[in-house]
T-cell receptor, first 114, second 111 residues
Framework: AQSVAQPEDQVNVAEGNPLTVKCTYSVSGNPYLFWYVQYPNRGLQFLLKYITGDNLVKGSYGFEAEFNKSQTSFHLKKPSALVSDSALYFCAVTRNTGFQKLVFGTGTRLLVSP | NAGVTQTPKFQVLKTGQSMTLQCAQDMNHEYMSWYRQDPGMGLRLIHYSVGAGITDQGEVPNGYNVSRSTTEDFPLRLLSAAPSQTSVYFC??????????FGPGTRLTVL
C-alpha cells in the first residue's frame, strides 16, 4: 500500500529565509511524486512532480524538490520565502504503473512572517 | 479553457437526502477522480475513472456512486446523506503520467 508522511503540521519561517517542507513516502515499485499548494477556500494547485530523471525538480513560484530514493523522501524547498507563500502544502505519491491513484499526506501549513 | 468546474460551490442537506455533485473538464483528460478533504486527514480518494464507461473505487467509496458516460463529465452521487459526509469535495482530472488538475471544490454540510 502507498502512504505519505508529512511530519510537521506547521512550518514557520521569516521572509527571505530558506524554507523546507518535509515529505517521506512508501510505495511498491517506482514512485511518481507530487507537491500541491492550497490557498484558503481554493482548490489545489500543482507545484511540481518527479516522474523520472534528475533528482532535483524545479517547479512553479521558485519552488524545488529533491527526490532521495535511499531515504524515500521528497522534501520541498525554496531559497527565499515570501509572505505570499503562506498556504497549505500537500505531498502526494502514486505508483508508476497505470493511471494515478494519488495518496496524499495530511498537509503542512507554511507560515511566512514579514 | 475553463479547466475543471464543479457545481454547486456550497450545499446543505438533511440526513437521508440525496444529491449529485457535478464535475466537468474540458482538457480531454482520460483520468478523473473525486476526493474528500477533512481537517487533519489530507485528501482521500473516493472514486476514480480511467475513461468513459470505466469507474473504480478509491479509499473511501461507501455512500457514494459515480458514472462516466462521457469524457468530460464525472458526477458524484450521494445516495442517502449522513453527517459523516460533511466535507469539502474536490474533483480532479489528468492525463497518464501527468499531474492532476483540481476543481474549486464543493463544501457540503449534512445536518
Amino acid at each position: 500500500a502507498q502512504s505519505v508522511a508529512q511530519p510537521e503540521d506547521q512550518v514557520n519561517v521569516a521572509e527571505g529565509n530558506p524554507l523546507t517542507v518535509k515529505c517521506t513516502y512508501s510505495v511498491s515499485g517506482n514512485p511518481y511524486l507530487f507537491w500541491y499548494v492550497q490557498y484558503p477556500n481554493r482548490g489545489l494547485q500543482f507545484l511540481l512532480k518527479y516522474i523520472t530523471g534528475d533528482n532535483l525538480v524545479k517547479g512553479s513560484y521558485g519552488f524545488e524538490a529533491e527526490f532521495n530514493k535511499s531515504q524515500t523522501s521528497f522534501h520541498l524547498k525554496k531559497p527565499s520565502a515570501l509572505v505570499s507563500d503562506s498556504a497549505l502544502y500537500f505531498c502526494a505519491v502514486t505508483r508508476n504503473t497505470g493511471f494515478q491513484k494519488l495518496v496524499f499526506g495530511t498537509g503542512t501549513r507554511l507560515l511566512v512572517s514579514p | 479553457n475553463a479547466g475543471v468546474t464543479q457545481t454547486p460551490k456550497f450545499q446543505v442537506l438533511k440526513t437521508g437526502q440525496s444529491m449529485t455533485l457535478q464535475c466537468a473538464q474540458d482538457m480531454n483528460h482520460e483520468y478523473m477522480s473525486w476526493y474528500r478533504q477533512d481537517p487533519g486527514m489530507g485528501l482521500r480518494l473516493i472514486h476514480y475513472s480511467v475513461g468513459a464507461g470505466i469507474t473504480d473505487q478509491g479509499e473511501v467509496p461507501n455512500g457514494y456512486n459515480v458514472s462516466r458516460s462521457t469524457t468530460e463529465d464525472f458526477p458524484l452521487r450521494l445516495l442517502s446523506a449522513a453527517p459523516s459526509q460533511t466535507s469539502v469535495y474536490f474533483c480532479a482530472s489528468g492525463a497518464r503520467r501527468g499531474e492532476q488538475f483540481f476543481g474549486p471544490g464543493t463544501r457540503l454540510t449534512v445536518l
